[in-house]
């Protein structure tokens, strides 16, 4: 079989099961690869940080406020605080737990 064959069976450009592919680098550079995983998100609250500030979103501290001895934070318009990766909203004297998606978008 040809390697054009072999790519129409594939679906275009995808290697046949079990054929090595050889070692492809994604970065030109050491200096590339460095930047880009400064970019990816540390923590869980580097991750909520970074979405908010995609959708021009204030995510910030209150300064003096805790919950169960973790930090509150203003998100938008709504004020939370995480706990082992979960986002709890503050829903009149409630705290709830929400997902990221719905604090972005009520914020």
């Not at 979405?51 to 973790?70: H, M």
């Not at 995480?82 to 914020?107: K, Y």
């Amino acid at each position: 079989m040809t390697n054009n064959e072999l790519k129409s069976l594939n679906g275009g450009g995808m290697a046949p099961a079990g054929q090595d592919v050889g070692n492809r680098n994604k970065f030109e550079s050491i200096s590339e690869a460095v930047k880009v995983s400064s970019q990816i998100p540390q923590g869980f609250k580097d991750l909520v940080a970074k979405r908010c500030e995609e959708r021009g979103i204030v995510f910030r501290p209150v300064p003096g406020r805790l919950r169960e001895g973790k930090q509150i934070y203003v998100c938008g318009r709504q004020h939370c605080y995480l706990d082992r990766n979960v986002i709890f909203l503050q829903d009149d004297q409630m705290w709830v737990p929400t997902s990221l998606n719905s604090l972005l978008d009520n914020a």
